[in-house]
């Protein structure tokens, strides 16, 4: 049984970990704390627990193993690493931290005091992208070219219980939708490529998201990177907060074989469909999952005694393809990650 500490009780916590958590025969909620002591207090009522006056008297206590942390992008590093430190495991939300340093410092932090980091991303977990990996894997479409991967909805406004949105508050936030939206993506074409990110062309930019005040938000609502990896293929990644309608999440890799096209329809019962060369397509019904995977993996992790599948050293080849794509869009030029010679940016 692992004994889990949930810091941050806000949306991601109430829609995901706590439900995710009671519904997982081998954990078991133990604490809670947010700075609304009295979300903390719902939350123990519904799921079981008790509430504490700060993270630290949380991270104190011997009768919690792992914590998840739930809180706004700027203090991910901060309470992760103290976290570490007090011998717990951690499952942090994504991003992971809001700078390249403060990300290896979490890894760093982990295998020093020999504790597991996981970080959550989520889209690698989702069963149709897994059955993708497996077809990918078996050669269906052969070596993968090019692709275009697109994830973008009207924006993270109710997102937040609290009042107004912490996403667009620079000081909060930090980072916006490249690495609230785009991060998934970064992730995903790892997985499913088997390949990193080594080059970024990006535009990263603030187009139509505005403030109470009617002013531009502070951090990005859209972007649009050009990558390279390290197996060869090149392709681009779109992220938005400006699609006012269906929310988008395709991902269409062209392969030497055929075509891959992964949630590019309205057909919610055939997600992949794969296009041959000869013209013929075959499309594959896999049955929709509410949970997201997370949870599961990082309770099993801990179980066996064994790295998450996303630990922190895995998430930070997608760090430094966001930041390097930050980093492109400022300079206006390709930036090279995730080789042996760069080092922070």
């Known amino acids: 049984m692992i004994r889990v500490g949930i810091i941050g009780c806000g949306k991601i916590a109430q829609v995901r970990h706590l439900p995710e958590y009671a519904a997982n025969p081998n954990a078991e909620i133990v604490a809670y704390y947010d700075k609304n002591r009295a979300r903390a207090e719902e939350m123990a009522a519904k799921y079981g627990g008790s509430v504490c006056d700060s993270y630290f008297d949380l991270l104190n206590r011997d009768d919690i193993d792992a914590v ?41 932090a982990a295998e020093r005091n020999g504790k597991y980091l996981m970080i959550g991303h989520n889209m690698r977990f989702d069963p149709v992208h897994r059955r993708a990996k497996q077809l990918l894997d078996r050669g269906v479409i052969g070596d993968v070219i090019t692709f275009r991967a ?14 107004g949105t912490w996403f667009f508050d620079k000081n909060k936030a930090a980072l916006g939708a490249l690495s609230d939206m785009g991060i998934h993506k970064v992730d995903l074409l790892q ?41 060869g293929a090149v392709g681009t990644l779109a992220a938005s907060w400006t699609v006012y309608g269906h929310e988008c999440q395709s991902t269409c890799l062209y392969g030497t074989k055929g075509i891959m096209l992964i949630y590019n329809n309205n057909n919610p019962a055939a997600p992949i469909e794969v296009r041959n060369l000869d013209g013929t397509s075959t499309t594959y019904n896999i049955p929709p ?21 996303v630990s922190g050293r ?11 794509s930050i980093k492109s869009s400022e300079i206006g030029r390709t930036v090279s990650v995730n080789d042996s010679y760069v080092n922070h940016l």
């Open 68 to 108: 998840s942390v739930c809180v706004e992008n700027r203090s991910h590093a901060e309470i992760s690493t103290a976290a570490l430190y007090a011998g717990k495991h951690v499952l942090c939300e994504k991003p992971m931290a809001v700078t390249l340093a403060e990300c290896e410092s979490m890894v760093a």
């Open 150 to 163: 697109v994830l973008g909805n009207a924006g993270p406004e109710g997102w937040s219980v609290d009042e």
């Open 191 to 231: 997985y499913l490529l088997g390949q990193k990110v080594i080059e970024t062309t990006a535009k990263v930019v603030t187009l139509n998201k505005r403030d109470s005040e009617g002013q531009l938000i502070g951090v990005d609502d859209n972007a649009l990177c050009i990558l390279r990896m390290s197996g």
């Open 289 to 309: 999952e509410t949970n997201s995977g997370v949870i599961d993996e990082f309770v099993a992790a801990l179980e066996q005694n064994r790295e998450p599948e």
């Open 314 to 324: 895995e998430a930070l080849s997608t760090m430094r393809a966001i930041f390097g």
